[in-house]
């Protein structure tokens, strides 16, 4: 009998599929590689809208996409994950596979709150946490999604919805750390096991301690904060990680000391978290640590050292649309020109973050920037420029939800200033 030539194209997908999810099991991949995979996904999802779905090839394209996110994401291919993905995980809810379509919008949702688009990824993560099915995960799956939604609601200042879901995170993992093993996406066909569907219980546990010291960085509560980091540290070395996951923590610890001003402690912590970063290749990552890296030598003089670290940081962040990497080089950039004394030069770099913070919620950038563009334009005497900053300074901090508090203070500051030129005039 004549197999068609729709039937010979889905076994095609399907064997094609296999071979790269069993190659990526054994082997080390380049970008290469990794374009090959994201062109079969693309042209199997494409031909979706032309031919009936297939349950054999559609489970072996599911699988190939969880097996490849974490490569494709940490090389920077976010436009991608975020054209691609939808497409997929509506194919695992054809094949009612309700595991995988979760971890497949959760993955998307992530991408999405890194490219700045909150909206999307908040979108995504309440249709799985209100989903009945949620329930039905493994902790760990329903511990990840659950960390992930925190780490989104802190980006967009809502910090007590995000420690009320971290510790929703934190609960799960004590309850079921080391009595559970994760779910396998391959258990029921028997073959090698290529991928993990979600973090074991005792890493999400260390990344929850991590966004609650963030929590309380944001909130000025120092020694708090420094307990959560080095908690989270010492989870990550008790498990082997120093060369690995560390990365984060030694990040958080040095920008603690960073926001501190003990600059002596914060850099050695920060260039072993970048060193990391960069043998991992995570660009997201990469950028971050550059950026911190860099407002620590601004701050003790090695100003050529910065700006290279800021160059390489605005092509990176600009590689992957990232809206709060691009902003926060701005504002880095800003204070490399400030230290060098071209103040016109530094005003320049925090008005392209007050673009961004105009349209974006970015609090942990929008603050500093903020007060070094006002004090800019206070020791400039620029005071008409400085007079019709004010009103978008409160619009753009209104739009950073920084709360009541802290917005009747910069409000009283704003005020002051505005005393002050009446009195000059």
């Not at 054809?94 to 709150?113: G, P, R």
């Not at 688009?117 to 511990?143: C, I, K």
């Not at 994760?182 to 096991?193: F, L, T, V, Y």
């Not at 904060?225 to 989270?232: F, I, S």
């Amino acid at each position: 009998m004549e197999i068609d030539w729709t039937t010979r194209q889905l076994q095609r997908y399907a064997e094609e599929g296999q071979y790269a999810i069993s190659y990526m099991a054994k082997h080390e991949t380049d970008e290469y590689f990794l374009e090959r995979v994201l062109d079969l996904l693309r042209t199997y999802v494409e031909g979706l809208t032309h031919v009936s779905k297939d349950p054999a090839s559609a489970r072996i394209i599911v699988r190939l996409a969880l097996v490849s996110y974490y490569k494709v994401q940490t090389r920077g291919y976010w436009a991608r994950i975020v054209r691609l993905w939808p497409s997929i995980y509506d194919l695992a809810e054809w094949m009612n596979d309700f595991a995988a379509q979760a971890e497949l919008m959760k993955e998307t949702a992530v991408v999405k709150s890194n490219q700045g688009d909150w909206a999307g990824a908040m979108e995504l993560f309440r249709y799985l946490l209100h989903h009945p099915r949620f329930v039905t995960l493994s902790p760990n799956q329903r511990a990840d999604i659950l960390f992930q939604t925190g780490v989104t609601f802190i980006q967009i200042a809502q910090y007590r919805q995000a420690y009320n879901v971290l510790m929703q995170c934190r609960a799960i993992a004590l309850r079921f750390d080391g009595s559970e093993e994760p779910r396998r996406m391959n258990e029921h066909d028997g073959q090698p096991d290529v991928f993990r569907i979600e973090p074991p219980l005792w890493e999400l546990h260390a990344y929850t301690l991590d966004q609650l010291g963030n929590i309380a960085m944001i909130q000025g509560q120092i020694e708090e904060a420094r307990y959560y980091y080095q908690k989270y540290l010492d989870m990550l070395l008790q498990h082997g990680q120093e060369d690995d996951l560390a990365c984060a923590a030694y990040q958080s610890l040095g920008r603690l000391w960073l926001f501190v001003d003990r600059f002596d402690e914060a850099i050695p912590l920060l260039e072993k978290g970048l060193e990391i970063r960069r043998k991992l290749q995570e660009k997201q990552g990469i950028t971050t640590s550059l950026l911190y890296l860099a407002m620590a030598y601004v701050e003790t003089g090695r100003l050529y050292q910065a700006e290279m670290l800021i160059d390489e940081a605005f092509i990176l962040a600009k590689e992957l649309q990232m809206i709060g990497g691009i902003a926060f080089a701005h504002l880095v950039a800003g204070s490399l020109e400030a230290k060098r004394g071209r103040m016109e030069a530094a005003i320049v770099q925090w008005k392209q973050v007050m673009a961004i913070l105009d349209t974006h919620s970015l609090p942990t950038i929008g603050l500093p920037t903020v007060k070094a563009l006002l004090l800019a334009l206070v020791r400039t005497r620029q005071i008409g420029e400085l007079a019709s900053t004010l009103i978008s300074v409160l619009r753009i901090l209104r739009r950073q939800r920084i709360g009541l508090v802290a917005y009747l203070r910069w409000t009283f500051q704003i005020l002051r200033i505005n005393q002050m030129l009446r009195i000059r005039k």
